[in-house]
């Protein structure tokens, strides 16, 4: 198995809202089933970095390579690519005219094209691996926020990614909620895919993780193992920021 | 209470406490809230003056027998414990009294103003223009809000793309024919086109031009819509993989769509109104049928008449919104205040 598969590389990314220059030439590479972690303060550009990544925030320059393809070229196709990344969001963003259920099979059906039957089928497996069988047939606004995450991680993977995002996907829930979701990433690292991950949760990501990203003003300031970065940081801007939180 | 309360005190405290709850006031209990309306019955029937204008004493009588119920009506009202039947009784009963005690003592000519203004024979003989007007109008105002629906929808989905360009074209669009009279829009369709070579019936012009004028509300009524859903959604869609038409057909409109309809019917009420403007086009419709009606047989009843028509026309399309409304509340809690 070729383990050193480039998934995600990201060259010179530039981003700038007007005159704020939030990301000032970020680099990296994810390779195939890695989980990286990207952690920093508020106002780093963590979530912009991961918005960037499926366009969904249009980068100023640099170049974005998922699988390979030149992601920033004039006629790609978009749409194709993001169906290779599923999305979480801190907010949920359950389409609340519909059921769990219909919010899983609403992509697949429409997108890829498959039938009502296989993607209820393949819906009820996915609601069944993140323990929410019975809710099938809920409405969002009838769930709670862990709930609600969770049926959000089953309707990305209903499109099948090669790739998962996570934008703080529990900094929006109460403590003890916290917990199941991280379950089901916990289960989909083991699985093998690859996730990039924007948290807080220390010990989550420290346990999880393959590497970290430490991300300051726009930049990657330090990254390496969990162990490497929560023990043996280089930085002082890595220490202050730990020294804060832990 | 520093003293050891023995079973004695027990005793004539619990007494004390049966006489407070157990005591009614006089005027909380039933037997004197019936007697009293039988008494007001009775004052009603008998006491009260003659039919026509009274005197001042006789004013003093009805005014007493009023606030004799007024205050009947107080002591239900107030009670916790009165049955919510006897308390909507008592407040229809109010304004009941008060319509025919207006009805018996005003100086007003009644049976002159049923023989103007709701001349059943009047409106028989007005009866077939009436109608020919009323379906003129609803044929109208049927297809200027079928037009003005698609067209604005239209022009909400094109201005939710967000180009420069387009956006330009629209908002002139909306401004232009917010902006220019109905009357005038018709009668340069109906009496100018055809010197472009576009020949329009009368009809046809009525329908374009209200259908116009109205599309411009729609689209901005569809944009309000879309604008308060929020952000995330879109995001969530394209994360998907889903692109604009998907995204704006599958997630946006269905979920503009219940926020849309209380505005979008009040537009087609008001623009249904707006079908009188047709009469300058020597279009018949139900307003116009009604004042020619009303010049013709020198009566104002056939007018009054019209109120009624319109009302009935309106009728199924505020029970069909309310339905609408009730249909797509599956699934999502009312914000109560």
Same mark, same amino acid.
């Given at each position: 198995?070729?383990?050193?598969?480039?998934?995600?590389?990201?060259?010179?990314?530039?981003?700038?809202?007007?005159? +704020?220059?939030? &990301?000032?030439?970020? *680099?990296?590479?994810?390779?195939?089933? /890695?989980? $990286?972690? %990207? #952690?920093? @303060?508020?106002?780093?550009?963590?979530?912009?970095?991961?918005?960037? +990544?499926?366009? &969904?925030?249009?980068? *100023?320059?640099?170049?974005?390579?998922? /699988?390979? $393809?030149? %992601? #920033?070229? @004039?006629?790609?196709?978009?749409?194709?690519?993001?169906?290779?990344?599923?999305?979480?969001?801190?907010?949920?963003?359950?389409?609340?005219?519909?059921?769990?259920?219909?919010? %899983?099979?609403?992509?697949?059906?429409?997108?890829?094209?498959?039938?009502?039957?296989?993607?209820?089928?393949?819906?009820?497996?996915?609601?069944?691996?993140?323990?929410?069988?019975?809710?099938?047939?809920?409405?969002?606004?009838?769930?709670?926020?862990?709930?609600?995450?969770?049926?959000?991680?089953?309707?990305?993977?209903?499109?099948?990614?090669?790739?998962?995002?996570?934008?703080?996907?529990?900094?929006?829930?109460?403590?003890?909620?916290?917990?199941?979701?991280?379950?089901?990433?916990?289960?989909?690292?083991?699985?093998?895919?690859?996730?990039?991950?924007?948290?807080?949760?220390?010990?989550?990501?420290?346990?999880?993780?393959?590497?970290?990203?430490?991300?300051?003003?726009?930049?990657?300031?330090?990254?390496?193992?969990?162990?490497?970065?929560?023990?043996?940081?280089?930085?002082?801007?890595?220490?202050?920021?730990?020294?804060?939180?832990? | 209470?520093?003293?050891?309360?023995?079973?004695?005190?027990?005793?004539?405290?619990?007494?004390?406490?049966?006489?407070?709850?157990?005591?009614?006031?006089?005027?909380?209990?039933?037997?004197?809230?019936?007697?009293?309306?039988?008494?007001?019955?009775?004052?009603?029937?008998?006491?009260?003056?003659?039919?026509?204008?009274?005197?001042?004493?006789?004013?003093?009588?009805?005014?007493?027998?009023?606030?004799?119920?007024?205050?009947?009506?107080?002591?239900?009202?107030?009670?916790?414990?009165?049955?919510?039947?006897?308390?909507?009784?008592?407040?229809?009963?109010?304004?009941?009294?008060?319509?025919?005690?207006?009805?018996?003592?005003?100086?007003?000519?009644?049976?002159?103003?049923?023989?103007?203004?709701?001349?059943?024979?009047?409106?028989?003989?007005?009866?077939?223009?009436?109608?020919?007007?009323?379906?003129?109008?609803?044929?109208?105002?049927?297809?200027?809000?079928?037009?003005?629906?698609?067209?604005?929808?239209?022009?909400?989905?094109?201005?939710?793309?967000?180009?420069?360009?387009?956006?330009?074209?629209?908002?002139?669009?909306?401004?232009?024919?917010?902006?220019?009279?109905?009357?005038?829009?018709?009668?340069?369709?109906?009496?100018?086109?055809?010197?472009?070579?576009?020949?329009?019936?009368?009809?046809?012009?009525?329908?374009?031009?209200?259908?116009?004028?109205?599309?411009?509300?729609?689209?901005?009524?569809?944009?309000?819509?879309?604008?308060?859903?929020?952000?995330?959604?879109?995001?969530?869609?394209?994360?998907?993989?889903?692109?604009?038409?998907?995204?704006?057909?599958?997630?946006?409109?269905?979920?503009?769509?219940?926020?849309?309809?209380?505005?979008?019917?009040?537009?087609?009420?008001?623009?249904?109104?707006?079908?009188?403007?047709?009469?300058?086009?020597?279009?018949?419709?139900?307003?116009?049928?009604?004042?020619?009606?009303?010049?013709?047989?020198?009566?104002?009843?056939?007018?009054?008449?019209?109120?009624?028509?319109?009302?009935?026309?309106?009728?199924?399309?505020?029970?069909?919104?309310?339905?609408?409304?009730?249909?797509?509340?599956?699934?999502?809690?009312?914000?109560?205040?």
């Amino acid at each position: 198995m070729d383990n050193s598969e480039k998934m995600i590389e990201v060259v010179d990314l530039h981003k700038r809202f007007k005159n +704020l220059h939030v &990301l000032r030439g970020v *680099s990296t590479v994810v390779t195939r089933s /890695e989980v $990286v972690a %990207i #952690m920093g @303060p508020s106002g780093s550009g963590k979530s912009t970095f991961l918005r960037c +990544l499926n366009r &969904l925030e249009e980068p *100023s320059s640099g170049h974005i390579y998922i /699988e390979g $393809v030149d %992601i #920033m070229a @004039p006629y790609i196709d978009i749409n194709k690519v993001r169906t290779e990344i599923g999305m979480v969001f801190q907010s949920f963003n359950l389409f609340p005219h519909l059921t769990a259920i219909e919010n %899983i099979k609403l992509a697949p059906m429409n997108v890829r094209k498959i039938s009502a039957n296989e993607a209820t089928e393949r819906g009820m497996a996915l609601l069944k691996k993140v323990e929410l069988e019975d809710k099938a047939n809920a409405y969002p606004e009838q769930l709670s926020g862990g709930q609600q995450q969770r049926v959000a991680i089953a309707r990305a993977l209903a499109m099948q990614p090669q790739i998962m995002f996570f934008d703080e996907p529990t900094s929006a829930l109460d403590p003890e909620m916290i917990g199941e979701v991280l379950d089901v990433m916990r289960a989909m690292a083991k699985e093998g895919m690859t996730m990039m991950i924007v948290s807080h949760e220390m010990g989550f990501i420290r346990e999880a993780a393959d590497r970290i990203l430490f991300l300051a003003d726009g930049l990657i300031v330090e990254e390496g193992t969990p162990d490497q970065i929560f023990s043996d940081s280089q930085h002082q801007r890595t220490q202050e920021f730990l020294s804060r939180i832990l | 209470m520093t003293a050891k309360p023995s079973s004695d005190n027990t005793a004539s405290r619990l007494s004390e406490v049966k006489d407070r709850i157990g005591h009614v006031p006089l005027i909380r209990r039933n037997s004197f809230v019936y007697s009293f309306l039988t008494l007001l019955v009775l004052y009603g029937a008998f006491l009260l003056p003659h039919d026509g204008p009274p005197a001042t004493a006789g004013l003093s009588v009805i005014i007493l027998f009023f606030l004799l119920l007024i205050a009947w009506a107080v002591i239900i009202f107030t009670d916790e414990l009165k049955p919510e039947f006897l308390k909507t009784v008592s407040v229809f009963a109010i304004f009941v009294v008060a319509a025919w005690l207006y009805y018996r003592y005003s100086t007003a000519r009644w049976g002159e103003m049923t023989y103007l203004f709701f001349n059943v024979d009047i409106i028989k003989k007005a009866w077939p223009t009436l109608v020919t007007g009323f379906w003129t109008t609803l044929l109208l105002a049927v297809s200027a809000a079928i037009m003005s629906t698609i067209l604005g929808l239209l022009l909400a989905v094109f201005r939710s793309f967000n180009n420069p360009v387009l956006n330009v074209f629209i908002i002139a669009y909306v401004d232009f024919f917010r902006a220019m009279p109905i009357i005038v829009l018709m009668m340069m369709i109906y009496y100018a086109l055809p010197f472009m070579g576009i020949r329009l019936s009368a009809i046809a012009s009525g329908i374009l031009a209200l259908g116009l004028n109205s599309s411009a509300y729609v689209s901005e009524i569809f944009r309000a819509g879309f604008l308060s859903i929020k952000k995330g959604q879109i995001e969530a869609a394209h994360a998907l993989g889903l692109n604009p038409i998907k995204t704006m057909r599958l997630v946006l409109l269905p979920q503009a769509f219940r926020v849309v309809i209380p505005p979008l019917v009040s537009n087609y009420v008001a623009s249904a109104k707006d079908t009188a403007l047709a009469s300058s086009i020597s279009i018949i419709e139900l307003l116009k049928a009604g004042l020619s009606e009303k010049s013709l047989l020198a009566n104002p009843s056939p007018l009054i008449f019209v109120t009624a028509l319109y009302l009935v026309m309106f009728m199924p399309l505020t029970r069909f919104s309310g339905y609408l409304e009730k249909r797509m509340k599956a699934g999502q809690r009312q914000v109560r205040l």
